[in-house]
């Protein structure tokens, strides 16, 4: 099926709310990010909230992090 639309995907096919109840933003070595829980102390990161290109060459989303 092809739906031809102007409107964001997001409002077409709206997400399951428990998935941004297992996310929240951290402060990690002066970047912001929007980080998805996994295990105890491992996360990945969903969204990197900066503007500056090189914070995305050290945080990719994807990426798994871990807090000790």
Same mark, same amino acid.
């Given at each position: 099926? /092809?739906?031809?639309? /102007?409107?964001?995907?997001? &409002? ?12 929240? /933003? +951290?402060?990690? @070595? !002066? /970047? @912001?990010?929007?980080? !998805?829980?996994?295990?105890?102390? @491992?996360?990945? +990161?969903?969204? +990197?909230?900066?503007? @500056?290109?090189?914070?995305? &060459? ?11």
């Amino acid at each position: 099926m /092809i739906l031809y639309t /102007i409107m964001p995907e997001q &409002l077409v096919y709206p997400m399951d709310h428990t998935e941004f109840a297992r996310q929240k /933003i +951290v402060h990690v @070595d !002066g /970047i @912001d990010m929007v980080v !998805g829980m996994g295990n105890e102390n @491992d996360y990945s +990161v969903v969204r +990197v909230l900066s503007t @500056d290109p090189q914070h995305f &060459l050290q945080y990719e989303p994807g990426q798994k992090i871990s807090f000790s």
